[in-house]
């Protein structure tokens, strides 16, 4: 048996794995007590009227005369047919009797309260029950919650500790991203980027004085709530599970703090350097979130798995191009536990043959998946998937086969094109990309073998004549999204890679610089995230910037570490918001800045679907190799040998140092242009505009 405690007053904590149960209510054992006192007492004084009033009835009905106290008709009496076994009105003796309805019941017990000893002092104890319960509500609910957005009062244990005993109630928890650094500038940004995407926010911070301050247009956000910790003490953390209670995504958005030191010089305060934050703080998270979230890895359900008896096998119809007067032909059969689809192509003509599922039987949702997954067998052509929605859009992926070889073959729905509704093989540029399109109604598949490509433009991996291939199943695909982004800073990938002082010299300023290490630190704590065995993104901005903040900008996402440029907290939080959202930024690194275009400037040049296809053509850090990207270089201490005052001016009196400083006076970036090196000038409408 469970102990009562533990739902009276707490609320349960949710299993290991599943989303958590909901909150229980927050009942309270003393008024309880006194609303049930309050209800017996009640019901004590009714029974005792009643008990009285049907005395006086069956009186009454006996001497054919009312009996009852007059004081107890003052309810204007109705007369009501066959009340509680009084005769009816219609024809029978005794009406003064069948007087005695309901209403004269009312008043009966209204009398009976008033004059009855036993009655009076039941509702005497009903009333007292009743109001010390209300008091007592009153008095507990009065205790607010300083950890809950939008509570004042006493302190309380916050979220992270466990529901606390009065004021709002806390938030579902449920699929809620935490963020670290929430209250710093870019920190905050994120949360209220994702508040505008209705995701429920965690914010993990040291000060919840802060945090209500800084979020004080947001307090009133049912799904917003802050955790109190210091990423630089592990034993602020507490329990990882606890910690990460109905968190499934997280943002690293830290940073060392700056100040005024006793000393009257700038630099980190209260021990929040970049070490203790960037790398060493970014750890103690780590190992907390690698406690509390497994690791995802891909799903897939079968759609179709034709299995070894042909009589049931769901097997899928040829269609050729005999339909527009070709002479192609293909048939489909059940060979070995595989569908086998063969026929010849002929050129002339259509020069298609395809095959496609049955358009009465349905096809589960693909809405929660990104991709589908065959199992084939081909003969070296390149064929092409099609998906055609019950709208009637249709989307089409090619695919390669290698001859006589078992392949599994993925197809991102990111992959598929969209195909225009009046005329084949032609692509629809306005058309909504599959992967954001609404898959729920799939109409039917179907692979095509097609001397065509795209646009009218020839296949040339697919050979006319004779053809085969088998397809062993054909499964939906959901990949995790990433289960950790971390903004960290441009730079940190090309200082790692330099090995002498003459190589840094020579680079920019800020790897020049690197005050306190904080390129190195960044860069371990990006290593570390790599190793954690989790799902991740990192996100490297380039300058911060704080102009032209309302501006839509096209954004640049590159990889390799070889760039400058500027880049706003708002699109920052913008493209993490994303970057959460989809598979195609799982284990990735890269860098971004706003297009130095001279047409940059563009309504929807930074919209959701831009950034999701700009996602798509990344690498993933472990295929760098593949596309000439240089491989991340290990990750390494600071430089024993930091620079001199003299040495730290020089830098300082770079021209790209001054041009920055001039621009934006009050920014701390070390990266930039000279005044005599071209400017970067926002355009609108083709026209300079003023910053």
């Known amino acids: 048996k469970e102990d009562t405690s533990s739902w009276i007053h707490r609320r349960r904590a949710p299993p290991a794995a599943g989303p958590p149960l909901p909150a229980m209510p927050r009942l309270r054992i003393l008024p309880m ?21 049907e005395k006086a009835l069956g009186l009454a009905t006996r001497s054919r005369g009312l009996a009852v106290p007059q004081s107890a008709l003052a309810v204007r009496p109705r007369v009501v047919p066959g009340v509680r076994g009084v005769p009816s009105r219609d024809g029978m003796a005794g009406k003064r009797a069948a007087v005695v309805t309901r209403a004269t019941f009312e008043g009966f017990v209204i009398n009976q309260l008033l004059t009855n000893p036993q009655a009076q002092a039941a509702l005497g104890a009903a009333s007292a029950a009743l109001l010390g319960g209300i008091g007592l509500l009153v008095n507990r609910g009065s205790r607010a919650d300083p950890s809950v957005p939008g509570s ?6 916050s979220p992270a500790r466990g529901p606390t005993r009065g004021g709002p109630a806390p938030v579902a928890l449920a699929d809620a991203v935490g963020v670290f650094g929430a209250t710093g500038k870019t920190g905050s940004e994120v949360v209220k980027s994702l508040l505008a995407e209705g995701k429920s926010v965690i914010g993990y911070v040291r000060d919840q004085a802060k945090a209500k301050e800084t979020f004080k247009d947001a307090v009133n956000v049912k799904n917003l709530a802050f955790r109190q910790c210091d990423v630089t003490k592990p034993d602020t953390l507490g329990d990882s599970a606890t910690l990460f209670e109905g968190v499934s995504q997280v943002v690293i958005a830290l940073g060392p703090v700056y100040g005024k030191l006793p000393s009257g010089e700038f630099g980190p305060i209260d021990g929040l350097t970049p070490q203790a934050v960037d790398y060493e703080g970014v750890i103690n998270v780590l190992n907390s979130a690698k406690t509390a979230m497994k690791p995802n890895t891909p799903t897939t359900d079968k759609l179709f798995n034709w299995g070894w008896v042909p009589d049931q096998a769901d097997l899928w119809t040829n269609f050729d191009d005999v339909i527009m007067g070709g002479t192609s032909a293909s048939k489909v059969e059940s060979v070995g536990g595989s569908m086998k689809w063969s026929g010849k192509v002929i050129a002339e003509g259509g020069g298609f043959c395809g095959m496609r599922s049955d358009p009465e039987k349905p096809i589960k949702s693909l809405q929660p998946y990104d991709a589908l997954k065959m199992r084939i067998r081909g003969d070296g052509n390149r064929y092409k998937f099609t998906i055609q929605l019950r709208n009637g859009t249709r989307y089409q992926c090619p695919f390669d086969t290698t001859k006589g070889i078992l392949q599994d073959i993925e197809l991102p729905f990111s992959s598929f094109v969209g195909l225009s509704s009046k005329k084949a093989n032609e692509v629809d540029y306005n058309a909504i990309p599959l992967s954001e399109a609404d898959r ?6 179907n692979v095509v ?6 646009n009218g433009f020839p296949n040339r991996a697919g050979i006319p004549g004779e053809f085969s291939l088998s397809i062993d199943s054909i499964d939906a695909v959901a990949k995790p999204a990433p289960q950790i982004v971390m903004v960290t800073s441009a730079a940190v990938e090309r200082n790692a890679r330099i090995t002498t002082k003459e190589q840094r010299q020579a680079d920019i300023p800020i790897v020049q610089l690197n005050p306190q290490g904080i390129l190195n630190w960044k860069y371990k704590g990006e290593a570390a995230l790599r190793d954690s065995g989790l799902t991740y993104s990192v996100i490297r901005p380039c300058g911060l910037t704080t102009l032209n903040e309302t501006t839509e900008f096209a954004l640049d996402l590159l990889q390799g570490d070889r760039v400058s440029g500027a880049i706003s907290r708002k699109e920052i939080a913008s493209l993490v918001t994303s970057a959460l959202s989809t598979p195609t930024a799982d284990g990735k690194t890269f860098e971004v800045r706003r297009s130095e275009a001279r047409d940059a400037v563009a309504v929807g040049a930074a919209s959701r679907s831009v950034i999701l296809q700009k996602l798509q053509t990344l690498v993933k850090d472990t295929d760098r190799y593949k596309t000439g990207l240089p491989v991340l270089p290990m990750a390494v201490d600071p430089p024993a040998e930091e620079l001199s005052k003299e040495e730290t001016q020089k830098v300082l009196d770079d021209p790209r140092v001054k041009a920055q400083r001039k621009r934006e006076p009050t920014a701390t970036q070390v990266a930039g242009r000279a005044d005599d090196e071209p400017s970067f000038v926002v355009y609108r409408n083709g026209k300079p505009i003023p910053a």
Request: glycine share 2%; with cysteine; net charge negative.
């Open 33 to 53: 007590a006194a609303a049930l006192v309050a209800c017996l007492c009640l019901i004590f004084a009714a029974q005792r009227a009643q008990t009285t009033h």
């Open 440 to 445: 729920s109604d799939i109409a039917f598949m």
């Open 152 to 157: 004042d009062g006493a302190a309380a244990t």
């Open 449 to 454: 073998l097609s001397k065509f490509e795209f």
